[in-house]
């Protein structure tokens, strides 16, 4: 399942911030906490992400840097599609309060901090 931490897709639980899941798209700028319960989650995340239009994954937690790099495979697929963006950061050694701040420079609205976690 995939988790959330504001209104989130259908059929999906919301953690650690709100326990409602409402069918509702991502914010522009998402913090994913690791670690991640489920690594097939991740795809579907992605393709949710890019589907909203989000900006920004920042990656926190332990393995970061390796979760940045499937990511960015997952998004730029087999690079036949220009449209699919999204920029991601890693930030293996940073709270996730460090690494919301470090989002709000960026000049669009909306963060959310979302866990990937199997029921």
């Not at 087999?78 to 919301?100: K, N």
Request: aromatic share 6%; hydrophobic share 40%; with cysteine.
């Amino acid at each position: 399942m995939l988790a959330q931490s504001s209104p989130a897709l259908p059929l999906h639980y919301c953690r650690p911030y709100s326990k409602v899941g409402l069918s509702m798209s991502y914010a522009p700028r998402i913090i994913l906490q690791l670690p991640i319960s489920n690594p097939d989650l991740l795809p579907s995340f992605v393709e949710a992400c890019i589907r909203d239009g989000v900006a920004l994954i920042a990656i926190v937690g332990e393995g970061c840097s390796e979760i940045e790099e499937i990511v960015d495979e997952l998004v730029v697929g087999d690079g036949s599609d220009e449209s699919r963006f999204l920029s991601t950061s890693s930030h293996p050694d940073e709270t996730v309060e460090e690494v919301m701040e470090f989002a709000s420079i960026l000049e669009v609205n909306g963060t959310q901090a979302v866990e990937l976690v199997k029921l």
